[in-house]
């Protein structure tokens, strides 16, 4: 059966410094995968998907990027955290090869920026 | 208008009781329609795909009106554990567009 993961569960960070987040889905190959934020009060907002190694469809401008080196691996980084970053961040997998568009999520990474 | 809106409730409702959520959205070329349940502080749990046909999976019927552009959740003898936010979406080709969220409390 699939799993995906995400790493760290809970974060805090100071305004200003980096960040790196990791997603890896097991037990399905050449899976779309997909970074969404809950912020509070907010939806599920789409911030990047990926269809497949190196390709990233931006969906929001922002100061935060995607990367996807290996095929069950979605990296989010941002460089410079603004306090607006804080939210719950969570990482979706669906199946290329389907029409549906089910997605899965990981258990999510709660990012506090102070 | 929101692209996905629902009602954000709460919804208080005794054990036993009948449910049920709506849904509208507003883009008429949305394919793809899904209910998922939140936990509080975990990550959204699939609850059922939406067809056109209308689907149900034990206590939970969805339906889809394209015509009004609305699906709907009916949740019938509801038990404590079905305390959750539900969420719906809707969208075409990975993209799904979220609402914010129906919180139900199923009260003993």
């Known amino acids: 059966s699939q799993t995906i993961h995400q790493w760290p569960a809970t974060l805090v960070q100071p305004v200003g410094s980096p960040l790196s987040l990791e997603c890896t889905v097991e037990g399905t190959s050449n899976p779309n995968l997909y970074w969404y934020r809950q912020a509070a009060g907010r939806g599920l907002q789409l911030l990047f998907y990926?269809?497949?190694?190196?390709?990233i469809s931006s969906e929001v401008p922002q100061n935060l990027s995607a990367s996807r080196p290996q095929d069950r691996q979605f990296i989010l980084s941002s460089k410079k955290l603004l306090l607006s970053d804080s939210g719950f961040y969570l990482c979706a997998w669906s199946e290329q090869s389907r029409d549906t568009d089910t997605q899965y999520f990981g258990p999510g990474t709660r990012l506090t920026v102070l | 208008r929101k692209e996905v809106e629902q009602d954000p409730g709460p919804f208080n409702v005794p054990e036993g009781a009948t449910v049920a959520f709506n849904c509208t959205y507003s883009n008429s070329a949305s394919q793809s329609f899904f209910w998922y349940r939140q936990d509080c502080r975990k990550e959204p749990k699939l609850l059922m795909s939406?067809?056109?046909?209308?689907n149900e999976d034990g206590r939970f019927t969805a339906q889809l009106n394209r015509a009004s552009q609305y699906i709907s959740l009916l949740i019938r003898d509801s038990k404590l554990s079905d305390s959750a936010t539900y969420l719906c979406?809707?969208?075409?080709?990975?993209?799904?567009?979220w609402g914010l969220g129906t919180s139900l409390a199923v009260n003993p």
């Open positions: 939406v067809y056109s046909s209308g």
């Open positions: 990926s269809v497949g190694i190196g390709q």
């Open positions: 979406n809707a969208g075409n080709n990975r993209k799904l567009i």
